[in-house]
């Protein structure tokens, strides 16, 4: 049973580029999250997703953007990148009946130069 | 700010030692959870413990919530060097529309 899993492993940007980043969920969950985890930080909500709906947001500007997929799998896009918006970022599934336990990828690291 | 905060943010103990680290969060809760990280690698999520729950135990862990004070306790018994790692708490407030919200986290030392 494959776990959640993240594409690309790392990504170089340059300022006000876009970028994608892709989630397929671990089997039988439904939900999506996402989170950016700057060094030495913990992980920071950006959004939630359930039936293809961004349920409920973080405390991050427009520029960051999602879908989800009826296969559930997501992705996060970022628009004109800034140099603070490296970061490592995670993507998280969980089941929407259950207790909010997150399953995490390993993760994508951006580099915005 | 995040809801969760812990202590100490650095622990660096001897193996076979005990490790105990603290959360605190600020507003009423459904359930709280223990996360660990190795290095630059995702979440993998520990223990859970609910509202109503005072302690939990998952082989070497021992978590306790105190809901009047708003705290958790982490604490891990006999430790090895492969407990090294950060370790982060995670609130979660309403679990039908759920984020979790996590602290800066505890970087864990283990000396062999």
């Known amino acids: 049973d494959a776990g959640v899993t993240q594409s690309p492993t790392h990504l170089i940007k340059t300022r006000g580029q876009q970028v994608t980043l892709r989630c397929s969920p671990k089997?039988?969950?439904?939900?999506v999250s996402w989170y950016q985890q700057a060094l030495g930080q913990g992980p920071q909500f950006i959004f939630q997703?359930?039936?293809?709906?961004?349920?409920q947001r973080g405390n991050f500007p427009d520029r960051f953007s999602g879908h989800q997929f009826p296969n559930y799998s997501s992705e996060l896009n970022v628009n004109a990148l800034l140099l603070g918006d490296s970061a490592l970022y995670l993507c998280?599934?969980?089941?929407?009946?259950?207790?909010?336990?997150?399953?995490f990828g390993a993760g994508t690291r951006l580099s915005v130069l | 700010s995040q809801q969760g905060e812990e202590d100490p943010q650095a622990l660096s103990i001897q193996e076979g030692e005990n490790a105990t680290m603290n959360c605190s969060y600020k507003?009423?809760?459904?359930?709280l959870q223990w996360y660990r990280q190795n290095s630059g690698r995702g979440l993998v999520h520990l223990i859970l413990?609910?509202?109503?729950?005072r302690e939990k135990h998952s082989g070497r862990l021992r978590v306790t919530l105190d809901t009047s004070k708003k705290s958790s306790s982490l604490l891990i018994t006999a430790s090895r060097a492969a407990d090294t790692a950060s370790y982060f708490c995670?609130?979660?407030?309403?679990?039908?529309?759920?984020?979790?919200?996590f602290g800066d986290g505890t970087t864990l030392t283990v000396k062999p």
């Open positions: 089997s039988g969950h439904d939900t």
């Open positions: 998280a599934s969980s089941w929407d009946s259950g207790e909010n336990i997150q399953y």
């Open positions: 507003t009423s809760i459904n359930n």
């Open positions: 997703y359930y039936e293809e709906e961004e349920r």
């Open positions: 413990i609910r509202s109503n729950e």
């Open positions: 995670a609130t979660v407030y309403n679990t039908n529309a759920g984020k979790s919200t």
